[in-house]
């Protein structure tokens, strides 16, 4: 056998037996580890190539062609087993780490909706259904826009109906929606429907009784719109809102801004009468005020307080509890 013929040799064995420990490794790891016996700088093919030294000039790149080839070979068979390896492993580790689904799992902390968002969304949706648009206010106003456009001038008693928080350049926090009226009539044509919901504030607290709470003001203007049109509404907010469950009881009342006026007194069965909302027809005045021609156009207005609604939904006592933030009242509206 020639020298090139006994290396040639060499390197089939090397190859025949590499492919043999390929085969025969059992993790990534051992088979990793025969690759490097054959084909690392210090493995068997390069141990055999460096015996080339007693070849001839022609007969070196047959013998380095051979390699290569070898080599080549030995690494497409390397990639196939490495493959075959890696998917069992995972699979092992996939029926080992099997999951029980039927064991208990742990639940997220979850939180509440505040029981006024929860009656203001009950109450917008009605209103939006019905086509009302919804508009907004400042709740900083000017003293024009909370008063004397709505017919309650400086000198009138009607100013002190509502204990006012002033501000030291004359402005006041709004003490009603109704100022939302004046804004949405300047800026909009008959006919119109809308309601603005906004915090207002007033110098006032008890049990049912905030300094700041949450009025859903009420407008609707057209060429013949009626008292009976008012009531209906109510009506059927009021069945939306609770449903058959409530007794509603109308009283005349006074507003400088409405004539006639009214508010609405609500009562759960053997439950005591708790006044939820003042209403009317609008007062010409307002409508002069707001650039209107009175003569040509009526309209309803109304002012609701969302936590008396939401008191009387929910069977709550005390209206701070809604402004404590104590998790033990939130979490119940879950
Ligand atoms: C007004 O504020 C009128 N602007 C309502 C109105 C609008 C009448 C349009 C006619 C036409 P009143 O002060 O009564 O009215 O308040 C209306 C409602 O707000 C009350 O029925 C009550 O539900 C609620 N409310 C009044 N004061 C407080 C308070 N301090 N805390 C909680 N809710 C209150």
Request: aromatic share 10%; with cysteine; hydrophobic share 40%.
């Amino acid at each position: 056998m020639t020298d090139r013929e006994q290396i040639e040799k060499q390197l089939r064995e090397a190859q025949a037996q590499a492919e043999a420990d390929f085969a025969a490794a059992d993790s990534p790891q051992t088979l990793y580890e025969a690759k490097t016996k054959y084909l690392g700088k210090k493995g068997a093919v390069k141990a055999i190539l460096r015996g080339l030294g007693g070849l001839s000039a022609e007969e070196r790149p047959l013998i380095g062609q051979i390699a290569n080839e070898v080599a080549d070979a030995l690494e497409i068979v390397y990639d196939a087993r490495l493959d075959v390896l890696k998917r069992s492993e995972s699979e092992a580790k996939l029926a080992q780490d099997s999951i029980d689904v039927s064991f208990p799992g742990t639940w997220p902390v979850r939180g509440a909706r505040h029981p006024l968002a929860l009656m203001l969304e009950e109450i917008e949706e009605f209103f939006y259904s019905m086509g009302y648009d919804i508009a907004e206010g400042p709740e900083i106003e000017q003293e024009w826009y909370n008063f004397d456009a709505l017919n309650i001038p400086a000198d009138h008693p009607a100013r002190d109906m509502q204990d006012t928080f002033w501000m030291k350049n004359g402005g006041v926090l709004r003490t009603h929606t109704s100022p939302v009226q004046i804004r949405y009539m300047q800026s909009h044509q008959p006919p119109l429907r809308m309601i603005a919901p906004g915090r207002v504030y007033r110098c006032d607290s008890d049990v049912t009784h905030s300094p700041m709470f949450t009025q859903v003001e009420g407008l609707v203007v057209g060429e013949d719109v009626s008292f009976r049109h008012l009531i209906g509404t109510l009506e059927a907010l009021l069945k939306h809102v609770f449903e058959d469950s409530i007794e509603i009881r109308l009283r005349p009342s006074f507003f400088p801004f409405t004539e006639p006026s009214a508010e609405v007194d609500l009562r759960r069965a053997g439950g005591d009468w708790m006044e939820v909302l003042g209403c009317g027809m609008v007062n010409p005045a307002v409508f002069e005020s707001a650039g209107y021609d009175s003569s040509k156009v009526t309209g309803f207005a109304f002012g609701l307080g969302i936590e008396r609604f939401a008191m009387i939904k929910y069977g709550i006592r005390d209206i701070r509890l809604f402004y404590e933030n104590d998790v033990r009242f939130l979490r119940q509206f879950r």
